[in-house]
C-alpha cells in the first residue's frame, strides 16, 4: 500500500498536456534545442507537467484534484516557462510535499537536458549524466553554465569588470551598444560575453579566409553554393558527365519559382536559370520559364543515375562502384546571393571564376592543414574513420559508407575543411585570450564550450550533406533524419554571410537558449558515467526522472561521432576526461544493434541485461519508496518486452502509466514506416512487492484493470498504434506488482505472453468500438484483422514480427495470408496491408495472389456454395463489382498462353454478371473495406 501516492499515480491531464508537447515543437526562438542537435529530445511541456505531477501529493477530494488538474496544464505551457508567479507557486507545493527541502532529483540519462532543466525550473537539487561525451556538454550549458554565470548584472559593473572593452570602444560596432545606451540598464554577463567572443572568432576567421567567399559586384554576399556529384555516363557512345540531382528547384513559392534547367553542348550538361513569371524574370534576371519544363525530374533517385544527354541508365550497384573506383566528381553548379538592406535571395549560375576561388582555397588548406598539424600533434582536419553502424532497423552511418565516403573528414570539401579548421584555430586562440583577460578559469571554460558548440553545429550546416531547401530557401543541416543520408547535390554555406547556414545566423539561436535558461535559479550538477554505474550512495535520489534509451531507435554515438571530432580539436584541451577516447563510448551504450556478433538474440539480450542494470542502479539509489518516472516510446514489441523483462527484474513496482503525445504530425518517418506519436511515462516505485502471482489470477485482474483502463484512454482520444503501446503501460501496473507471475506448471511468465494477452484485451475492446459493439462478433478473423490493422497502422508498412502479434491476436496465420488474400502484401521484412484504392492497382502488380482467388471461386460456384463466395470475396478484398471485374481482366492477361486456364476463365467472366448479382442477394460488409 503506498502511503503518500502522488498525483501522476492516480491521474494526469493527458489530452491538455499531449497537445502542448506536441504545438511546442514548432517552436524555435529561445528553445534549448536550437542549442545543439541531440535526438529524440523529450518536449519541454511534458517534463515540466510530469515531474511537477511526480513531486506533488495525490488529491484528497474532486475539488483538490480539479484545481491541480487545471494549474498543471497552466504549468505546461510554453509561454509560461518563465512565469515566476506559477513557478513560485509549484516551487511552495513540492517544497511542502517534501518536508521543507528541495527534492533530490537525477536523470541518468540526461540526453539534450530537457528532463533535468525542467526538474531545476521547478526548484529540485538536481543531477543529470550521461555516457555521451557530446550529451555531457550540451547538459553543461543548458543546465549548468546559464545559471551559474548569466545572472543580470549593472552594466557598469560588467564594463568596470571588462576594461578590454573600453579600450576597443568605438572600434567594435557589435559592443557600441554597450556604451551608447543608459548604463543603469542590467545585463546578462554570460550573453554579453559569449556574443563578444563569437564575434572575436568571426572577425578574426574572416580576416584569414573571407576572400574566399567574395562579394558580388553590386555588394550582395554569397550565402551558398549549389554543387552537384557526378559521374561518367555508362554508354560507350556518349561518356558525359552525368550531374547527380535529386531535382532542379531553387526557390519552390507560391510567388518565387526559380529552377536550374539542363541543356546540351557539345555533348555536355549546362545550365541556365528560369524563372516562371515574366515579372520575376526581370526583376532577378532569370531566363523564361521552357514550355513542358518540370524541375521535379532529376537526374537520380535512389542510386539510379539517368544521363540527361543520351538518356541511358546506371543502375544503383554501378553508381556505387563508379563512386568507390574513384570515378566520381563534383561540379559547382550555382551561387545563391543575398544583397544587404533588401529581401529575398538571388540565383546564378556559377562561373569558371567561382571554381578558381575554390581552387585557391583547396591550395590554402593544403598549407594551414601542414601548420596546425604541427602545433597541434593532431590533424585539423578530421581522419577518425566513420564507424559502420551495426544495426539493419537504425540508418546511423552505413548510407555514405557505400560511396567511398571513409573518415569524417570526406564528409566536406577543400574550402569547408578550411573554414572550419580555421573556425576551431580561432576557438583554440580565443580560449587563451579568454584566460589572460580574466583570473577565472571556470568562467573561461564555460565561454569556450558554447564557442565549441556553435562551431559544432556549423560542421552540420557546411557538409556535404548538407541541403538546399528550396521552399524556404534555406541551407538544412546534415541531421534533419537520425541519420547520414547521401547526398547528391549539397549547399556548401558562407560562414561570413549572416544568413542561413552562417556562423552568425546560428549564434543568435544560441544566445536566446542561454537567456532562457539563464532565468533557472539554480545549476545542475552534470555527470559523465555509464547509468549502470553511477557514482552515487545508496538511498539518495527522492526522485529519479528519465528518458532512457528506446531500443534500436536512435544509434547516439555513431550519429554523434561528427560533433564528437570537431568538439575534440576545438575543447580537447578544456576537457580532455571527455576526449580520451578515438570516437564516442560505444561499448556500453544501452541500444540494441543487431549486426554485432550474435545477430537479433544476442542485441535483445544486451539491451535487457543492461537496461535491468541501469533500472536496479535507479533502485539501488532511490530513497525507500522513492518514485521514478520512465518514459519510453517504441513501436516494436521486441522493444517493449526487453523494457517490460527490464522493469520486472529490477525490483522496482510499477504505479501508474500515462500516454502523452509529443509528436508533430508531419515527421518525417511517419508516412513510410509505422510510427508512434505518443510516448509512455511509467510511473514506479522502490518498494515491497507481492510474492509470486499465479497466471490465471492475475489474468483476470489484468482483464478487469485493462478493460477499465482502455475505457478511459479512448475517451482521451488515444488511438491506432499508441493505444495498444499505452495499454502496455497499464498492464505493467498489475503485472509487476509481483515478484514473479508463474502458471499452474510452473513456468514463470515473461513479457512476451503478457504482451500476447494485452493484444488480445485490446483488440476485442478495440473492435466493439470501432464496429460500434453488436456488430463486432459477426466478422471474421480476416475482416477483424483488416480492421484494426487500419485503425492502428493505417496505410504504412510494420515489419513482420509486429505485424504476426496483431494477426496472432485475431487467430491469423500470417505467412499463410500475404500476397494471396488480395489486401496483405509482404516486402522483405514489411507487411503492408492495403486499403480499396491500392487494391486496385495490386491486382495488375499481383497476378499470381488472384489466380488463387480466382480458382477457390471457380471451385466454390461449381458447388454452388454461395455463402462460402461471398466470404472468400469479402477476406480476399474483392468484394465489389469493379474489383471482380479487375481480377478477372488480370488473370486474363497473364493466362493467355494457358488453354485449359482461359477457359475457365473465360466461363468465369461470362458468368460474372450473375454471379455478382448473387453475392449482392447476401449480407454485404464491405463497406468495412
Known sequence: MIEDKRFIEESFPVKEVSKESAREKNIRHGHISTLHIWWARRPLASSRATNYAALIPAPKNIEEWQKERDFIIELSKWENSNNEKLLERARKKILEANGGVPPKVLDPFGGGGAIPLEALRLGCETYSNDLN???????????????????????????????????????????????DDDETETVNPLVEDVKYWGN???????????????EEPDGSVPVGYIWARTIPCQNPACVAEIPLMRQYWLAKKAKK???????????????????DGAVLCKAEEYEKWPSGFKPENGTVARAVATCPVCGSTVEATNTRRLFKDGKSGQRMVAVVTHKPGTTGKKYRISTENDFQIFKEAETYLHEKREKLFLEWGMDPVPDEE?????????????????????????????????????????????????????????????????LGLALDMQSGFNSRLSRWENTSQIIKHVYSRQALP?????????????????????????????????????SCNVYNYSATQLAFKDNFFDVVLTDPPYYDNVPYSYLSDLFYVWLKRSLGMVYPELFSTPLTPKKNEIVAYTKKEGGKAEANRFFEDMLKNAFMEIQRILKPKGLTTIVYAHKSTDGWETLINSLLDSGLVISGAWPLNTEMQNRILANETASLASSIYIVARKMERQPTGFYNQVKDELDKYLNFKLERLWQEGISGSDFFIAAIGSAIEVFGKYEQVMDYEGNVVRANRLLQDVRKIVTDFAVKQILHNGFAGEISDLTRFYVLWRWEFGAVKVRFDDARKLAQSCSIDLALEWNRSGFITKDKEFIRVLGPQERKLESIKHPTGLVDVLHKVLLLWEKSKRQEIIQLLQDSGFGNSEAFYRVGQAVSECLTNDNKEKKLLDGFLSGRERLMDDVKKGPDQTELF
Open 257 to 275: 519559382k526559380v529552377a536550374l534547367y539542363p541543356y546540351f553542348e557539345n555533348n555536355e550538361v549546362q545550365f541556365k536559370i528560369v524563372g
Open 133 to 179: 561525451p557530446v550529451a555531457v556538454l550540451i547538459q553543461k550549458c543548458t543546465l549548468e553554465y546559464p545559471q551559474k554565470y548569466g545572472k543580470p548584472i549593472p552594466k557598469k559593473q560588467y564594463l568596470a569588470e571588462r576594461p578590454w572593452l573600453n579600450e576597443e570602444k568605438g572600434q567594435t560596432k557589435k559592443e557600441k551598444r554597450l556604451f
Open 486 to 522: 547521401m547526398m547528391w547535390d549539397y549547399a556548401e554555406s558562407n560562414a561570413f554571410s549572416g544568413s542561413t547556414g552562417s556562423w552568425e545566423n546560428g549564434f543568435n539561436y544560441y544566445l536566446n537558449s542561454i537567456i532562457h535558461c539563464s532565468g533557472i535559479p539554480a
Open 386 to 450: 566513420i564507424s559502420v553502424t551495426p544495426s539493419d532497423t537504425m540508418g546511423g552511418t552505413n548510407r555514405v559508407l557505400n560511396y567511398d565516403i571513409k573518415s569524417w573528414g570526406d564528409l566536406f570539401n577543400g574550402r569547408q575543411k578550411l573554414a572550419l579548421a580555421i573556425f576551431v584555430e580561432k576557438v583554440r586562440n580565443g580560449f587563451q585570450l579568454m584566460l589572460k583577460t580574466n583570473n577565472n578559469s571556470e568562467y573561461s571554460k564555460a565561454l569556450v564550450t558554447y
Open 200 to 214: 572575436w572568432v568571426l572577425e578574426e576567421a574572416k580576416k584569414e579566409i573571407g576572400q574566399f567567399y567574395p
